[in-house]
């Protein structure tokens, strides 16, 4: 049974940093790229970073701006996402999801796997 499971997130002030970590089990976690969505109330999902299989290879949404660093622990079977400086805007649902290729791009609808999501909420 495959699960991803998302902790980190929470309540913070606009200017804050929170980091937000998605466990993975029931796949072969090296063989899948990883990204990182959110889902604001009223809004589509949209992507906000992805990571490929074995690390060496990143992208990022426009909106980051330099904010957010996806990595990931293949020992540990986990992908994190340090968030910086965060913004009132950047209040939204975050899932992370997994992806068999190597490289998992922008697209919600390509990848395989998903988690159930944590809430981030940024004050102003």
């Known amino acids: 049974q495959v699960q991803l499971v998302e902790s980190g997130g929470g309540l913070v002030q606009a200017g804050d940093s929170l980091r937000l970590s998605c466990a993975a089990s029931?796949?072969?976690?090296?063989?899948?790229?990883m990204g990182w969505f959110r889902q604001a109330p009223g809004k589509e999902r949209e992507f906000v970073a992805t990571?490929?299989?074995?690390?060496?290879?990143?992208g990022y949404a426009d909106f980051v701006e330099g904010r957010f660093a996806i990595s990931r622990e293949n020992a540990k079977n986990t992908v994190v996402l340090q968030m910086l400086s965060l913004k009132p805007e950047d209040t939204a649902v975050y899932s992370c999801?997994?992806?068999?290729?190597?490289?998992?791009?922008?697209?919600?609808?390509?990848?395989?796997?998903w988690g159930r999501g944590t809430q981030v909420t940024v004050s102003s």
């Open positions: 999801a997994a992806r068999a290729r190597y490289y998992g791009g922008s697209n919600p609808g390509e990848y395989d796997y």
């Open positions: 029931g796949i072969p976690f090296t063989s899948y790229s």
């Open positions: 990571i490929s299989s074995r690390g060496g290879r990143t």
